[in-house]
């Protein structure tokens, strides 16, 4: 507000200062007009018979008759300080006749001055310095017939000029302060309404952040603001509207991200479920793939190696225990098992052939030594054994076996009948088995319960 009125009081202090000295100078000037104009009707107006005879002194009533004249003259305008007719032949001026308040010798110096610039249609002194000096201006004027005779001069009351410039000063300080109060009442109007205009503009900023509802525009009035406000209206409408879509695809994003975390988690789970149901049912095979991998391997009733298993065992065992002091096996036959069945039933028969196997199984080292070789045949493998030894272990099972007792039939006595073999050196497997079948056989034909070793292709009974 300070700022505006400053530019306004240099505005209208400039502008007032130029139209006032623009006014004092063509005050001045219309004054100087004046002057001169009324000078110049001095030689119209005095009669130069009348001045002729007051000159030359011809006729007494002739100055009178001028200054009648002259009252005429000055009587045109009331502002007249005096009015002064000289008569310069010569070249000496002479007061002829004159009127209101006169210098003392009828001209003053600028006047002489003035004079002597010879002008014929008047001269006018210094208008400024009159105004300034506040001293009469003088207008002077050369006139008479042949070689000129008289000068007229015609001052102007030094008051009169400066109550016109008083009033000029006053109406320009009257203008210039009413131009300041005009220019202050309209500035004051135009930034009333500039700022209900910025307020709404600011009102609709604030409303627009904080996504209120937009506030009722004003009256439009037409002005720039006006289109401002519009513009504004519409860029925020644009804006709410791309805000909204921009909300709604969020929205819509959000909800679409969601789903598709449910449904990654829901498939995760799924996965994880199958995976662990996979994994279960690998493990489940792996499991029963061993089993059955054992149980292709065992003998059920027994639990120990099956035959096969045996064969496939006794190539790599009879290799490791090359050089490491013999390799021996030992085939056992229940005797007259047939009758076992027959008298105390395949239940009995099967308990004493577990029986047997625990006896078998106590007396080897490893169990992948000991076998089921048949119905109620068992092997044993003994590496690293010699046939002496073996022999010896043959006759501890067959012993065992013989003190043994099978649960549910406490009176059933079990034999053994044992066949031993070394396996010789570059022999094949199947020979020794072969050998250690026949001393089995002989251990039968020698009365069962008995053990016989088979020496190469000798066979001694060694129980
Ligand atoms: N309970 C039972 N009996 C079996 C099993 N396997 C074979 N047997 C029986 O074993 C008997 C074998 O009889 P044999 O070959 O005549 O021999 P043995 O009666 O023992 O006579 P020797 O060997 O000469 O002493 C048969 O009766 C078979 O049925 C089995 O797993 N359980």
Redesign the pocket.
């Known amino acids: 507000m300070l700022s505006h009125l400053a530019v306004i009081l240099v505005g209208a202090g400039t502008l007032g200062l130029y139209l006032y000295f623009a006014a004092v100078a063509q005050l001045l000037e219309s004054v100087g007009h004046r002057v001169l104009d009324n000078v110049r009707l001095m030689p119209l107006t005095l009669v130069s018979a009348d001045l002729d005879a007051l000159a030359d002194n011809t006729d007494a009533t002739a100055k009178t008759r001028v200054e009648q004249q002259l009252r005429r003259l000055m009587d045109v305008s009331g502002d007249w300080a005096s009015a002064t007719l000289v008569d310069v032949r010569g070249g000496q001026p002479r007061r002829l006749a004159g009127l209101g308040n006169e210098p003392a010798e009828g001209l003053s110096p600028e006047e002489r001055d003035l004079w002597r610039s010879g002008a014929q249609r008047g001269v006018l002194g210094n208008v400024g310095e009159a105004a300034r000096e506040r001293t009469e201006l003088s207008a002077v004027v050369n006139f008479g017939s042949g070689e000129l005779r008289y000068v007229g001069v015609l001052r102007l009351d030094a008051a009169s000029l400066q109550a016109s410039l008083r009033f000029l000063r006053l109406s320009g300080l009257l203008a210039f302060l009413f131009g300041i109060l005009l220019a202050l009442v309209t500035s004051r109007l135009m930034a009333e309404r500039m700022q209900r205009r910025i307020e709404a503009l600011g009102q609709r900023c604030h409303a627009l952040a904080s996504g209120q509802e937009m506030p009722r525009g004003l009256p439009a009035i037409g002005d720039e603001f006006d289109r401002v406000i519009e513009e504004f209206d519409l860029v925020a409408q644009r804006l709410r509207q791309t805000a909204a879509e921009r909300e709604s695809a969020l929205h819509a994003l959000t909800e679409s991200n969601a789903r598709l975390e449910s449904r990654v988690a829901e498939r995760t789970r799924e996965i994880e479920a199958a995976s662990g149901q996979l994994k279960a049912e690998i493990e489940n095979r792996l499991q029963v793939e061993a089993l059955l991998a054992e149980a292709a391997l065992t003998d059920p ?1 027994t639990s120990l190696l099956n035959r096969r298993a045996m064969i496939e065992m006794l190539a790599q065992a009879s290799s490791d225990s090359r050089g490491q002091g013999g390799f021996c096996m030992l085939l056992a ?7 076992i ?1 027959d008298n105390y039933g ?1 239940n009995v ?2 308990k004493a ?1 577990v029986a047997v196997a625990q006896q078998l199984d106590a007396l080897q080292g490893d169990s992948r030594h000991a076998a089921r070789w048949g ?2 045949e068992f092997f044993l493998v003994l590496p690293g054994t010699a046939l002496t030894d073996a022999c010896r272990r043959a006759e501890e099972l067959r012993s065992r076996v013989e003190k043994m007792t099978v649960p549910a039939a406490p009176g059933l006595r079990v034999t053994i009948s044992v066949g031993v073999a070394e396996l010789q050196s570059g022999e094949p497997l199947e020979d020794c088995l072969r050998r250690c079948d026949q001393a089995l056989y002989r251990a ?1 034909d020698a009365g ?1 319960n008995t053990v016989v070793a088979a020496r190469g292709n000798l066979f001694a009974t060694m129980s």
């Open positions: 009733l036959d229940i005797d007259h098992f047939k009758r069945n395949h028969g099967d052939l119905g109620e039968k069962r």
